[in-house]
């Protein structure tokens, strides 16, 4: 009888604010790895962030009871935070060509600096292939009805902070 080790997969991201297509690619990665890591990044390249990072987290962890499903931030590179965590893979979701075009180059050089860390990419869903964090805020901030765009704890911190009900 042999003992693994579960499989931990970090799914990074800025989550800025989460969208349902995230949530659809966690829960898909539950299906795949023991536990999922959602990691949310302190992106310097941008800039502008319309939540903190510690909102992000609040809102995440409200998202995602699931035991299975850690939320935590890091900052510097992705793979020295995979590997102190002691996970092997990296999950990040396409939703179009040019997603892989940057996702590609992204995980050739993760793997340059971190051989032992392997990225999964998954697709997005079919509802959800249009889905954006950049998007979702455009809509908020006009008005936009997000039904369905994101979870209702999301929903709720967005209109809030646009002065919606």
Request: aromatic share 8%; no cysteine; hydrophobic share 45%.
């Amino acid at each position: 009888m042999s003992t693994r080790s579960p499989q931990i997969a970090v799914y990074p991201g800025s989550f800025d604010p989460i969208t349902n297509g995230h949530v659809d690619i966690v829960n898909r990665s539950l299906a795949i790895f023991d536990q999922v890591v959602l990691a949310v990044a302190e992106n310097l390249r941008k800039t502008t962030s319309l939540f903190s990072v510690e909102e992000r987290l609040e809102q995440a962890r409200a998202v995602f009871p699931d035991p299975r499903v850690e939320v935590d931030s890091f900052h510097g590179l992705l793979v020295d935070y995979v590997v102190r965590r002691g996970a092997r893979v990296v999950v990040r979701g396409l939703r179009a060509l040019a997603d892989f075009e940057y996702e590609f180059q992204l995980a050739h050089m993760n793997r340059r600096l971190a051989p032992s860390v392997e990225t999964v990419f998954l697709m997005t869903g079919d509802k959800d292939f249009f889905l954006s964090s950049s998007l979702v805020k455009e809509v908020a901030s006009l008005g936009g009805d997000l039904t369905g765009l994101v979870p209702e704890v999301v929903r709720t911190a967005l209109h809030a902070r646009f002065g919606r009900k």
